[in-house]
């Protein structure tokens, strides 16, 4: 792999300044060293073929998803919604409170390992189809592209005067960007605000924080898929500096063969190039022109490739042109290019014991996550001592503690539960044993726990509570302490 460039060291020599009346002059010239080089802006050439339907199939999935789930409703709320400040997660069925994180975790832990399968396997295919940063600049390139044109096209309004007709097309992408810029925070904020209420709340100037979060993830998306695009994936993303501890030998990269396309140069389709010691490449730069983040892969594979294959597609169109085979530039993994392996050969060896590995983690993983899921008790419970009055004698010769039970409703329904102790001897429940709870609800209980003077030594006494739903809805049980006075 390519080690990274740096910012290039620019030199600028200054001409020797004659010296004043009664002053001194030099003979060497004098330099000012520029440490950083602004960056250039790179206007992508569009083409078509298969990883460039591929990467649209993907731009189409993901923002289907991302615009549509949060205006799809389950009953009577929103399907997908992260309330926060209710502190309830809401996932199709599912009703999900703080405590169950260790979900998220899950979850978090099933993509870090996806993410090292899908890399060692084909390298960055997360960053060439599916990135937000990769769909979103995609996306913003094409209302580019419509708008000012072709790449010859942008590059001549780019360099030239200000005229009227470059005010219109720079106006009305900017408001093109700007549109679904606002959209997508507005979409994104929608996740975490029920997103009929915040429309409502934002065409009616209401609801400061609201306003500000959609305009701050506006601005963010508008920024980096409109101007910065390629440097977020180049100098931002951590995972263009580590992909390469996941990378070996046997995985399928953008690959130039290098021993049948150089050396490189023109010719005429008439001519022999073979006869004339030339490689199949012609040197046309296409694809240069097309790669999004301006590398040249024929110097080999660079840390800033993010394997969208685009150049394939236009490699593989140059040759269809010229009559030559296609391949030259191709998914491949480094030691099929070095030994010419069939692609049969090279699939094989893809399918090595670090994928296999990774494989069965990930799919213990996902039956692990979706069988806790499946048999989580619908309801959860938290157990606090009320510390105002940790022990007292109350009429009839009993000893009392106090408890604050949060019962949380995990269900679409309204639930009624039945508490209950044990772990002492004469042990009662002297408040109310049969709680109310409305549908994703949670709701404080206080309980009282009584049992005969004297009947336990002083000290800290283990107890069980024990929560139960009527109707079958599973039963928890939390641990705590009884306290005897000395």
């Not at 390519?2 to 910012?7: C, T, W």
């Not at 000012?32 to 250039?40: D, F, G, I, P, W």
């Not at 106090?402 to 039945?418: D, F, H, P, S, V």
């Not at 006494?461 to 049980?477: C, D, K, N, S, Y």
């Amino acid at each position: 792999m390519k080690p990274p460039s740096g910012p290039a060291r620019k030199v600028i020599p200054i001409t020797p300044v004659a010296a004043a009346p009664g002053g001194t002059s030099t003979d060497a010239a004098a330099e000012v060293v520029s440490l950083y080089e602004a960056q250039k802006k790179i206007y992508p050439r569009s083409i078509s073929g298969t990883f460039a339907r591929w990467r649209w199939a993907m731009v189409a999935l993901t923002q289907l998803v991302f615009y549509v789930v949060p205006w799809l409703q389950w009953g009577e709320r929103q399907m997908v919604l992260f309330d926060l400040g209710a502190r309830r997660f809401y996932l199709f069925g599912f009703v999900l409170y703080p405590q169950d994180f260790i979900y998220l975790t899950g979850l978090l832990i099933i993509s870090a390992m996806s993410l090292f399968l899908f890399t060692t396997v084909a390298g960055r295919l997360w960053c060439g189809f599916a990135c937000p940063q990769t769909v979103y600049t995609e996306m913003f390139m094409w209302i580019e592209h419509k708008v000012e044109g072709e790449r010859s096209a942008r590059l001549r309004l780019d360099a030239g005067g200000w005229t009227w007709e470059k005010v219109r097309k720079k106006s009305v992408k900017q408001f093109l960007w700007i549109s679904v810029a606002l959209w997508t925070g507005f979409t994104f904020v929608g996740y975490f605000v029920p997103i009929r209420a915040l429309g409502a709340e934002l065409l009616a100037l209401q609801g400061s924080w609201q306003i500000f979060w959609v305009f701050f993830y506006g601005f963010a998306t508008y920024g980096n898929a409109g101007y910065m695009r390629e440097q977020v994936c180049k100098y931002m993303c951590p995972y263009a500096r580590f992909q390469s501890a996941m990378f070996d030998k046997d995985t399928l990269v953008v690959s130039y063969d290098l021993a049948r396309g150089e050396p490189r140069g023109p010719r005429s389709k008439t001519v022999d190039h073979k006869a004339k010691g030339l490689g199949d490449c012609i040197d046309c730069t296409l694809c240069v022109q097309v790669c999004p983040v301006g590398i040249d892969i024929r110097n080999g594979l660079q840390y800033e490739c993010i394997g969208c294959g685009l150049c394939v597609d236009a490699c593989n169109t140059v040759m269809d042109k010229v009559h030559y085979p296609r391949g030259l530039i191709r998914y491949a993994t480094e030691n099929a290019v070095a030994a010419r392996w069939s692609g049969a050969q090279m699939l094989r060896r893809v399918l090595r014991p670090r994928v296999l590995i990774y494989s069965a983690i990930l799919l213990a993983l996902c039956v692990g996550l979706t069988a806790s899921l499946a048999l989580r008790t619908a309801f959860k419970v938290d157990v606090v001592r009320d510390r105002a009055a940790l022990s007292r004698i109350v009429a009839g010769g009993q000893l009392e503690n106090i408890y604050r039970l949060q019962i949380m409703n995990a269900t679409e329904a309204g639930q009624r539960y039945r508490i209950g102790a044990h772990g002492l001897d004469g042990l009662t429940v002297a408040s109310e044993a049969e709680v109310d709870i409305g549908a994703a609800e949670s709701r404080w209980v206080a309980v009282r726990l009584q049992i005969p003077y004297g009947s336990a030594p002083p000290g800290s006494h283990p107890v069980q509570f024990e929560i139960e739903a009527l109707g079958g809805g599973g039963h928890v049980t939390e641990k705590s302490v009884f306290l005897v006075p000395r």
